[in-house]
């Protein structure tokens, strides 16, 4: 067929079938299928398609290619640390470092939003350790679809 459409095609599969059933839509698509894919799994939707649309309670909210659906969220990534010390004086640093776009905290956890990780997160450790605090985990997250989808509806897609 030149249209294919699949529902759900990976729930409740094994690692090995869930790989055959994404590398066979991939191959079906280079050969000039046209596959219209429904998941709630968002990273085959970001492996899979250059084309995706975003769906809530029946309404089609959102549509475009990745990049173009994540700039809605904006290009920052989200490093969430935690402490050895209280935060406060570590946050009021973090502010001034170049490349920090926000700072907060909520229950032990510091977030950072940052344009860049790999360019700000030296600073963040320079800046820790002068003041005698230890970053004891860290947690970096690039904007994705699952942040363009909890953007969009305000919810996670088990909510």
């Not at 406060?88 to 939003?113: C, F, H, M, P, Y």
């Amino acid at each position: 067929p030149q249209l294919l459409f699949l529902d759900e095609p990976t729930v409740g599969i094994d690692p090995q079938s869930r790989r055959a059933i994404l590398d066979t839509v991939k191959d079906l698509n280079k050969k000039g299928m046209t596959v219209l894919y429904t998941t709630h799994y968002m990273e085959e939707a970001e492996e899979l398609y250059d084309h995706i649309g975003i769906m809530d309670h029946g309404r089609m909210i959102a549509n475009g290619t990745n990049d173009e659906l994540v700039k809605l969220v904006g290009q920052q990534t989200r490093i969430d640390l935690t402490l050895n010390v209280e935060a406060k004086n570590v946050l009021e640093a973090w502010r001034t470092i170049k490349g920090v776009a926000r700072v907060s905290a909520q229950d032990g956890v510091v977030t950072v939003l940052v344009d860049d990780s790999n360019r700000v997160l030296a600073r963040l450790f320079e800046s820790a350790a002068s003041l005698s605090a230890r970053i004891t985990s860290i947690d970096i997250r690039e904007p994705n679809l699952e942040a363009v989808f909890l953007h969009l509806t305000g919810r996670a897609l088990r909510d």
